[in-house]
């Protein structure tokens, strides 16, 4: 079975503080995701990787970066916490065929809830 | 602008009937719709995927059709369990621009009453 690791289940931060979320993955996937939760608005796309040091913003990137130095692992930074990113966070991967980076089931994590106080 | 709509933010159904989730989507023309089940403190598992030239698609007691003229997607659990409650996400390729995105619904809470 895929796996998808994310270092910490629950996270306590504080504001300004610069926060790292972890995320590896077992498969082989090239694409790697970073999302976010939150009670309804749902699963938001931060950042996606479709290969290694590759990186496309998602929907909703600001405050955010990533980075891709190995195929399965895909790091998630909060350059400068703040409270509004309190969140659920989650990391998912996928195999990509052809030039598509969808059309194909995305494996999650089971999250890290974060808390910025 | 685009937009995803799942019929309902709860659903509660009896133990052994036939549960319906609906998924409406518009100003998306996706080839692939996706269907997630996500249980409390956990992240989404995939379920199915149908792709528009598929007009049904089962997995045991699950069945997903995918209408693209009616722009909806229904997914079916028959004889429902109480293990089958869960919040079910259906999630759609947005490409969009160029760019490839999997677009999720807020997502639907089943609930089967024993």
């Known amino acids: 079975d895929v796996k998808v690791t994310q270092s910490s289940r629950y996270l306590v931060k504080r504001t300004g503080e610069k926060v790292f979320l972890e995320c590896v993955q077992d498969?082989?996937?090239?694409?790697m995701f970073w999302y976010r939760q939150d009670p309804g608005l749902g699963l938001r796309l931060i950042y996606f990787?479709?290969?290694?040091?590759?990186?496309e913003k998602g929907d909703i990137p600001e405050g955010y970066s990533v980075s891709r130095e190995k195929k399965e692992r895909f790091s998630l930074i909060l350059e400068s916490a703040s409270t509004n990113q309190t969140s659920m966070y989650l990391c998912?991967?996928?195999?990509?065929?052809?030039?598509?980076?969808?059309?194909?089931?995305?494996?999650f994590g089971d999250g890290t809830r974060l808390s910025i106080l | 602008s685009q937009k995803i709509e799942q019929n309902s933010e709860a659903l509660n159904i009896q133990e052994g009937k036939t549960a319906t989730l609906t998924c409406n989507y518009t100003n998306y023309s996706p080839a692939y719709l996706q269907w997630y089940r996500q249980d409390p403190g956990r992240g989404p598992v995939f379920l199915l995927l149908i792709r528009e030239n598929e007009k049904e698609k089962r997995k045991e007691r699950l069945k997903v059709t995918f209408d693209t003229t009616l722009k909806q997607s229904l997914f079916h659990i028959t004889a429902s369990q109480p293990a089958d409650s869960a919040t079910y996400l259906c999630?759609?390729?947005?490409?969009?621009?160029?760019?490839?995105?999997?677009?999720f619904g807020k997502g639907t809470k089943l609930s089967v009453i024993p």
């Open positions: 990787s479709y290969d290694v040091k590759m990186k």
């Open positions: 998912a991967s996928s195999f990509r065929v052809g030039t598509g980076l969808v059309n194909q089931p995305q494996h």
């Open positions: 498969m082989d996937h090239e694409n």
């Open positions: 999630a759609l390729e947005d490409s969009g621009a160029g760019s490839y995105q999997l677009t």
